[in-house]
């Protein structure tokens, strides 16, 4: 029986592979070491896989312990291809904000566009669709397809990209779209939207765990390589009182088994395996390591290097980053261990490393203030929970703590908005949480709510308002009240209904589209088999429900997936819906049908 984990490894790439340069690690000097050798890693691995006592029932749990093997092979990326349709591209330029823009066309009008939804402003996170304001670029199907989007009654499909991978995630600036497929990232130059020209691809024998974008860079999170284990145990067993089954008792010992698949990256068609002693690691004993590789692109620039640096720890469960930094999160043992990397457009640095108890849930956890790094978690000891806050400082030492927030319960949804905190815990009721962050050395609860349900996400409205998405019964859409922050009041909610129990905005944030100046909210709300766009007029006053926008073919349609939505946006007073097979395109206004265009 053999133990996986992708090894997390720092790799110092020399500037002869693949025009990927090596960034040496500045700041905190002595904490980083490089193995000498292949030998030398091997002891560490061996000397360092934390040994753990497993107990459990026997014959109860057979092959707990069993975790497949996946062997990632990597060749010479490559090439892609695209499906052309005639007709004229148009220049046009893009102005404005992170969240609002304006384009101006030709041929068309300027027009007020959303975006994805975003945690940081500035700090693009890639999605399933992307729009500029006048075209779209949606992954469906395996294929990316480009769309000329406004004006909506012209939508038409101008190209498809099919590669031999899947495409995951896109990212657009300006005329180059980044494609995040599992293991590559591929970057075409789109100036011509019927012909998209593949200019850069970069490709791995790994997982794309992340990305972000900070003005024209792509700063990318992978897990690359693969470490494969096993321990030599030894067994006992016992009765219990109090069950008929034997206990067993399976304690390990040396590790009997390893295997290390060493890093592999390939910029265009050059290959490079990353050797034992480029490879920098932390002194620290771990249930599991894992190679991730942190890698910085300039999207305009074709022919320049490509910048990366990788580290030895856990495997990567969160990532938070800012305009300046890359937190990476880690769950080692009852503590989060996080790892701040400075970049600065390909310039990669690493900072330092703290820890504190507790998990995290996702990356709303985490969140950066006036130089401060900030986290809440839930940790559990003796069969109880219960919930902090940590701030750390630039140095990642904590500083400050709030500690026992809602002792039995777990957080459902985090949100930090400035000097507060948003928290929602959950076992039977929904207790929000008002916490003041004011002074970083002293955190406290300013404010509680006891309601029924909870919230999976929660989103500002302004600053005195909270929007909550979650559960109570059905799918609930709150909206909270924090004026007075001691005294937090739910002033309004809409319940969909013990039958309507799903929606992806609960899991993924960028499901979520919410305008202010438009007083709209608009989400995919259904069951697990088909979820419509529901539309919302959302004011101070209320929540209504404006209609709903699906994409079955009938009202019995049922059974796939395929007809749900997953995203929203808008462009001018056009609101399109996108889900894995058709785009479609209503007035926002009253809602009714302009265009559908179907993805085949």
């Not at 026992?404 to 985090?414: R, T």
Request: aromatic share 10%; proline share 3%; charged share 20%.
């Amino acid at each position: 029986m053999k133990k996986i984990a992708p090894l997390l490894i720092l790799v110092i790439l020399a500037s002869v592979c693949l025009g990927v340069t090596a960034v040496s690690s500045q700041g905190l000097q002595g904490t980083l070491k490089k193995f000498g050798s292949y030998q030398e890693m091997e002891s560490f691995l061996r000397t360092n896989l934390r040994k753990e006592e497993t107990r459990h029932s026997s014959g109860l749990l057979d092959g707990l312990f069993n975790r497949s093997v996946v062997t990632a092979s990597l060749s010479a990326p490559s090439s892609s291809k695209y499906t052309g349709f005639s007709g004229s591209d148009f220049s046009y330029t893009i102005g404005g904000d992170s969240h609002y823009s304006k384009i101006d066309d030709t041929d068309t009008t300027s027009a007020e566009y959303s975006t994805t939804n975003i945690q940081v402003e500035g700090v693009d996170e890639a999605d399933i669709v992307k729009s500029d304001g006048k075209y779209m670029y949606v992954v469906a199907k395996r294929k990316v397809f480009i769309i000329d989007a406004y004006p909506a009654n012209q939508a038409r499909i101008l190209s498809k990209i099919e590669n031999d991978g899947a495409p995951v995630e896109l990212l657009v600036n300006g005329d180059r779209l980044v494609v995040l497929e599992d293991a590559s990232a591929k970057i075409y130059d789109i100036s011509n939207k019927i012909s998209p020209i593949l200019v850069k691809n970069i490709s791995f024998n790994g997982h794309y765990f992340a990305s972000r974008m900070i003005d024209n860079f792509v700063y990318l999170i992978l897990n690359t390589g693969q470490i494969q284990f096993d321990y030599a145990y030894e067994y006992s067993s016992y009765y219990q009182a109090t069950t008929i089954f034997p206990t067993e008792i399976k304690v390990a010992q040396d590790v009997s088994y390893l295997q290390v698949t060493l890093p592999i990256i390939a910029v265009d068609n050059n290959v490079c395996t990353i050797q034992a002693n480029e490879i920098n690691y932390f002194d620290i004993k771990d249930t599991s390591y894992s190679f991730t590789t942190v890698m910085a692109i300039d999207t305009q620039e074709e022919n320049d290097q490509t910048t990366s640096e990788t580290y030895v720890t856990g495997s990567a469960r969160n990532i938070f980053v800012s305009s300046n930094n890359i937190y990476i999160a880690f769950n080692s043992g009852e503590k989060t261990v996080v790892h701040k990397i400075a970049m600065n457009g390909t310039k990669i640095e690493y900072k330092g490393r703290g820890e504190f108890p507790g998990s995290l849930l996702n990356q709303f956890s985490m969140d950066e203030y006036s130089g401060f790094f900030r986290a809440a978690t839930t940790s559990r000891k003796d069969w109880t929970s219960k919930n902090n806050i940590y701030i750390l400082n630039e140095n990642l030492s904590v500083v400050g703590k709030l500690e026992d927030i809602a002792p039995g319960e777990s957080i459902y949804s985090a949100r930090f908005t400035g000097e507060r905190a948003y928290m929602v815990t959950f076992r039977m009721t929904d207790p929000f949480f008002v916490i003041d962050l004011k002074d970083s050395l002293n955190p406290r609860v300013l404010g509680e709510l006891k309601i029924p349900g909870f919230s999976n996400y929660l989103h500002p409205y302004d600053e005195n308002h909270i929007i909550g998405v979650g559960k109570e019964g059905g799918v609930k859409i709150a909206l909270f009240d924090v004026s007075n922050p001691e005294e937090p009041d739910e002033i309004s909610k809409y319940d969909a209904g013990a039958n309507v129990t799903d929606s992806y905005a609960l899991q993924d944030h960028r499901a979520f589209l919410f305008s202010m100046s438009k007083n709209m909210l608009v989400m995919p709300i259904g069951d697990h088999e088909l979820q419509d766009a529901n539309i919302f007029d959302m004011t101070l006053e209320g929540i209504n429900l404006r209609g709903k926008i699906t994409h079955a073919e009938s009202d019995y349609q049922s059974g796939s997936s395929s007809n749900s939505v997953r995203r929203s946006l808008y462009i001018g007073n056009t609101l399109y819906t996108v889900s894995n097979d058709k785009v479609k395109m209503n007035n926002l206004s009253n809602l009714s049908l302009v265009r559908v265009l179907e993805l085949n």
